[in-house]
């Protein structure tokens, strides 16, 4: 044995041996430092404190140059590395639910979008558990389209799971248990879910809406709870990537020629059909407009004065009443304008008139090939996403009506900076545009007067105008959610957090 431990072979094994330890022992210690350096970063990242500076490799005495470069550019790539890695996901808040809330969605995307936000706030303020809702599949439009076909549903769980808890589906052992369906009352407080509500999910443990638009009042609620609604509508719902990636390229595309418009030309068929209004249209159009009304119970006003709503300002202007409004406020023949629409009633016939005094007048469908759209096709909602993208980045946003896409996109463009939207004052317009066609008023006059009507209905920071008692008569909470925007807008993320 002794001779064996003095060979020279033995000597060397004990020399191998040593360095293997120290060689391990080196490697643990830069995986160590390179692991906690990475969590610091993360940290740094979480509490929002500005990230320190990547530590610089020193020449290294036991190797050249080359591989102290090498080292130094291994802890930069380390750093870029962390950086880049998707942010830590919040805590989970821990709390006794009360039930579970199923949701089922009704109208089109931006009508379904603000009940979202409306029954997040709910579910968070009676501590539930909310399950993914349900989008209409049954309107107008009878688009198949799932919650997950529209919006990141992974995003929409982690980005909320420090408020309430969301689950794709209803746990097995409640799957065969028949929820207790309801229509909560339009235009409720807070107190009325924590009063009315809240006993029966606990006694019935699954509880479906089966209507949700508008169930949510405009004003009154606690400011914690308005800034939950903005924070669901503003970061939570995400539109899925497909759809971002397909937004942004038509944005990208626009931008190319520098500045453009987007005109919310609501005259589609369902929109007057559903108003009535049928200006402009000829005597067989106007039949069966009337008759699609009739088709559709849940559209309670069936006779209709279309003349008389017109010149109440209930009306989408015309194409042919739209160009004369955009030529009077001052926009140039050469404007960039994107329509953002389905199908126009009427077809190109009805656009045709609008090319010829806008050449540069373009739709998704000019600026995307077949391939890209084909996904899209018999979605009108995933359509609408697209122009909901294409409407929020635009330079001027100007809506022909007042709907839930004019009025969301409006409240999304104020959160981003004000951007500017033209609320166009229809009934008033109507009223200027026939003393023009009448010939009752020259241009120069129709045109001063257009201006002098918009000129504070421009999106300028503003507070919402409260009529109590008439919530459909006051300003919606999404068009201009006064809570979150200017200085309100910086403690957002703050309050959000805090206890209801």
Excluded at 352 to 375: C, H, I
Excluded at 421 to 433: A, F, M, N, P, S
């Amino acid at each position: 044995m002794a001779k064996q431990k003095g060979s020279p072979r033995a000597a060397v094994r004990r020399r191998l041996g040593g360095a293997g330890a120290s060689a391990l022992g080196w490697a643990l210690r830069v995986a160590t430092s390179i692991v906690a350096w990475t969590l610091l970063l993360h940290l740094f990242t979480f509490l929002g404190i500005p990230r320190p500076p990547l530590p610089i490799a020193r020449p290294s005495c036991l190797g050249s140059g080359r591989n102290s470069s090498t080292s130094a550019e291994a802890v930069v790539a380390a750093g870029e590395a962390a950086h880049l890695a998707p942010p830590a996901l919040p805590p989970r808040r821990l709390y006794k639910s009360n039930g579970y809330l199923l949701v089922s969605c009704n109208g089109g995307l931006n009508q379904m979008r603000a009940a979202i936000c409306d029954m997040v706030a709910v579910a968070r303020y009676l501590n539930l558990t909310m399950v993914i809702p349900e989008l209409d599949k049954q309107s107008f439009w009878a688009d198949p389209s799932d919650f997950g076909d529209i919006f990141d549903i992974t995003h929409f769980i982690d980005s909320l799971r420090d408020e309430v808890k969301i689950v794709k589906e209803l746990p097995h052992n409640f799957s065969e248990k028949v929820p207790l369906s309801m229509q909560p009352i339009s235009w409720s407080s807070e107190k009325y879910y924590l009063r009315q509500i809240l006993p029966l999910v606990r006694k019935h443990k699954v509880v479906r809406f089966s209507k949700t638009d508008s169930r949510l009042a405009n004003n009154g609620l606690p400011l914690k709870l308005q800034k939950l609604r903005c924070y669901v509508n503003y970061n939570a719902l995400r539109f899925t990537p497909s759809i971002e990636a397909l937004g942004n390229k038509m944005v990208s595309i626009l931008r190319r020629t520098g500045s453009f418009i987007v005109l919310h030309l609501r005259y589609e068929m369902d929109m007057l059909a559903f108003s009535g209004c049928t200006h402009g249209c000829s005597d067989e159009e106007t039949e069966e407009l009337t008759r699609m009304r009739y088709a559709y119970p849940w559209w309670k006003e069936k006779e209709i004065d279309s003349e008389k709503k017109r010149l109440e300002g209930l009306c989408p202007l015309t194409p042919g009443e739209t160009i004369l409004v955009l030529k009077a406020l001052g926009f140039p023949r050469d404007t960039r304008i994107y329509i953002a629409s389905g199908e126009i009633y009427g077809g190109e016939k009805r656009l045709a008139v609008l090319k010829t005094e806008f050449p540069n007048t373009v739709r998704k469908e000019m600026l995307l090939s077949d391939d890209e759209l084909r996904p899209f096709q018999k979605h009108s909602t995933q359509m609408a996403a697209l122009d909901y993208l294409v409407s929020v980045a635009s330079d001027v946003f100007i809506p022909s009506n007042d709907g839930n896409m004019a009025k969301v996109v409006e409240g999304h463009r104020r959160f981003r900076g004000f951007h500017k939207t033209i609320q166009l004052d229809r009934k008033k317009l109507v009223e200027l545009i026939d003393l023009f066609e009448d010939q009752e008023l020259s241009w120069e006059e129709f045109s001063v007067a257009v201006k002098e009507l918009h000129m504070g209905r421009m999106s300028q920071p503003t507070r919402r105008r409260v009529i109590p008692g008439q919530p459909k008569e006051e300003d919606y909470f999404y068009a201009n959610p006064h809570e979150c925007l200017g200085p309100a807008r910086k403690r957002m993320e703050r309050l959000k957090h805090v206890e209801i």
